[in-house]
């Protein structure tokens, strides 16, 4: 039994602390993309934070989308990040 409870308070532990620090990853990774790539501009347009998922908006702009879309529309991705020490997703693990 007192196995089993260390285990759940691990795993709701590490979920939590994985969870405050996906924003800040996705920051990370955003700004390392815009560095590299000159042409397209990525940006984060809304994050919502939640205990096992998190949602994220991103707008893609630059002269590569210019090219097949409205330059100031460009294109918009929805990203669900499933976030702990083992991801449980609709679609399994």
Request: glycine letters at 8%; zero cysteines; a negative charge.
């Amino acid at each position: 039994m007192v196995i089993f409870l260390l285990v759940v308070v691990g795993w709701l532990g590490l979920t939590f602390m994985f969870s405050n620090s996906v924003e800040s990853w996705i920051d990370q990774g955003l700004a390392k993309v815009n560095q590299e790539m000159t042409n397209v501009e990525i940006s984060k347009t809304s994050f919502k934070k939640g205990f096992f998922s998190s949602e994220t908006t991103a707008a893609v702009t630059g002269a590569i989308i210019s090219d097949a879309v409205d330059q100031e529309e460009g294109v918009e991705m929805r990203h669900q990040i499933f976030h702990g020490p083992v991801a449980m997703t609709p679609y399994g693990m």
